[in-house]
């Protein structure tokens, strides 16, 4: 909203609360694992202990579909030892992103060696 409310304000056509919403029409949100059956993206924000994300992706591998991508928000893990996790390494990446991410037009893609 903050980055629609700015665009607004340099351009007097642009309809933020418009943009906002049809934003977030987009977007889902989950707190079950159960819920990624179909889902094309999955990035993975939990807490930074490599033993619970490593058993978050062995059960993520299973379920998510073939194609799927998985991608975990880490900054200051390894995503080898996750992607190997979830029995997919060449579908696994890791996502950084940098504050604040409202404003920083950057995004960290981590690949794997897979």
Request: net charge negative.
């Given at each position: 909203?903050?980055?629609?409310?700015?665009?607004a304000?340099?351009?007097?056509?642009?309809?933020?609360?418009?943009?906002?919403?049809?934003?977030?029409?987009?977007?889902?949100?989950?707190?079950?694992?159960?819920?990624?059956?179909?889902?094309?993206?999955?990035?993975?924000?939990?807490?930074?202990?490599?033993?619970?994300?490593?058993?978050f992706?062995?059960?993520?591998?299973?379920?998510?579909?073939?194609?799927?991508?998985?991608?975990?928000?880490?900054?200051?893990?390894?995503?080898?030892?996750?992607?190997?996790?979830s029995?997919?390494?060449?579908?696994?990446?890791?996502?950084?992103?940098?504050?604040?991410?409202?404003?920083?037009?950057?995004?960290?893609?981590?690949?794997?060696?897979?």
């Amino acid at each position: 909203a903050k980055l629609n409310s700015r665009k607004a304000s340099k351009n007097p056509d642009f309809d933020a609360p418009a943009a906002t919403e049809e934003t977030l029409a987009r977007l889902s949100y989950a707190d079950s694992v159960e819920a990624v059956e179909d889902c094309d993206l999955i990035v993975e924000a939990i807490v930074e202990n490599m033993d619970i994300k490593k058993r978050f992706y062995e059960d993520l591998g299973q379920r998510a579909k073939p194609e799927a991508i998985l991608a975990s928000n880490t900054s200051s893990l390894a995503v080898a030892p996750m992607a190997a996790a979830s029995g997919r390494a060449d579908r696994f990446v890791g996502l950084h992103y940098f504050n604040p991410v409202q404003l920083m037009k950057l995004c960290e893609v981590v690949r794997t060696d897979a």
